[in-house]
């Protein structure tokens, strides 16, 4: 069998790294940070626009590449490489493809256009305060005008920057519906969380924000069904973008052992620093299959729950391995913010808050065999 991509799926990851590598760099990245405005460079966000990457995967009939989430995944991963401040995962995923699945043919019109030129970023307000996504804090009641939604939203990401938020509410009768919420809707409040990363988020209080029927995305009787099909798509394009960090995080290790010096030699030529990084290039290769698995039997339809949740656990685990294994072979560098191994360190460490630690996936998985 031949697992290798093809020659069109290269050449989208290599369009994406020649795009972030050349914008996204430790200066650029250094001065936005310190700029006290969201992590988040529009220039850039452009330049992936106008290279068609942002909207890869929103149908050619409204402006996209047309391809799938495995294409997707791939430009994801470079991002994860360079830690870009860019919302693709939140706009993509969390937004595009649930629309383009999902919306009827007036919204795909009204806002697919829009976000494959980079001028409307998407994003979802799936977190829960202490409860399950599926079951939402959020409450939805139906009335002459649409529906009116009373609530709290916990870790938004993007959401200062977002234009459009789908947001997971409950409709009444046990039912869950998912309404598109505009940034300035009356009644919507966004306050600025502080983050691991210092990635974009926000809490979102909905106090009366009125939704029109045409506002909704999908079947209201399903949107369960919607609920699921966005977290199993944002997770595993998680487990995407942490294949990235870590990848770059050796890398970075890589090079640094190879020129520091002690005793007269190069670190790297110590077994135990050559033992270490063995262990992190393991995982760092842990991490990616599993990722790619994941992604590769969503992109094609296939059931993913066990591949996702196996993909889960390596980004947790082997993701927090990796970038301990590189803080400890730099030693005190590694802690330098003038120096960007800090960046992948607290991107690693955010991804595994985010999408649970090793022993809540161990469990979980071990739910699934005994299932």
């Known amino acids: 069998m031949d697992f290798s991509f093809s020659e069109e799926q290269q050449e989208i990851a290599a369009l994406a790294r020649q795009i972030l590598s050349a914008k996204a760099t430790h200066e650029r990245m250094r001065a936005l940070e310190s700029s006290g405005e969201p992590r988040f ?3 850039l966000w452009h330049d992936l626009a106008v290279a068609g990457l942002a909207g ?3 149908p050619e009939s409204h402006g996209g590449g047309g391809l799938g989430f495995l294409e997707l995944s791939l430009i994801i991963e470079e991002v994860g490489r360079t830690a870009a401040p860019v919302p693709l995962l939140e706009s993509a995923v969390m937004g595009a493809l649930p629309i383009a699945a999902f919306a009827s043919d007036q919204q795909k019109r009204d806002i697919l256009p829009r976000v494959a030129a980079g001028d409307c970023i998407l994003t979802a307000a799936l977190v829960e305060a202490e409860r399950d996504p599926h079951d939402p804090a959020v409450k939805a009641k139906r009335g002459s005008g649409g529906w009116t939604l ?3 939203k916990i870790c938004v990401p993007a ?6 938020i789908l947001v997971p509410a409950h409709a009444g ?3 869950v519906a998912v309404f598109l919420v505009e940034r300035g809707a009356a009644g919507l409040h966004q306050e600025e969380l502080s983050t691991t990363s210092g990635q974009p988020e926000t809490r979102l209080v909905l106090d009366g924000v009125v939704v029109a029927d045409d506002r909704v995305l999908g079947d209201p009787a399903h949107g369960r069904t919607i609920v699921d099909w966005i977290v199993e798509r944002t997770t595993a394009a998680q487990c995407a973008l942490a294949a990235g960090v870590c990848a770059e995080a050796l890398r970075l290790t890589a090079e640094f052992t190879k020129t520091r010096e002690q005793f ?3 670190i ?3 077994q135990a620093v050559g033992h270490r990084a063995a262990d992190a290039y393991i995982d760092t ?3 990616r299959l599993t990722a790619r698995q994941a992604c590769w039997r969503i992109a094609n339809e296939l059931p993913a729950a066990e591949e996702v949740a196996i993909a889960k656990f390596w980004a947790a685990w082997g993701g927090q391995r990796v970038v301990h294994a590189a803080q400890h072979l730099h030693g005190g560098i590694g802690v330098d913010k003038d120096y960007p191994l800090h960046r992948y360190f607290l991107y690693a460490k955010q991804l595994e808050l985010t999408l649970g630690g090793a022993t809540h996936q161990l469990l979980r998985l071990g739910k699934m065999i005994a299932a």
């Open 159 to 164: 959401g200062q920057i977002a234009d459009l």
């Open 41 to 43: 460079d529009r220039e």
């Open 173 to 175: 009768a046990g039912g």
């Open 268 to 270: 790297a030529t110590f």
């Open 264 to 266: 007269g030699v190069a």
């Open 56 to 58: 890869i995967a929103v």
């Open 150 to 152: 009373h609530g709290t």
């Open 285 to 287: 290769e842990a991490v």
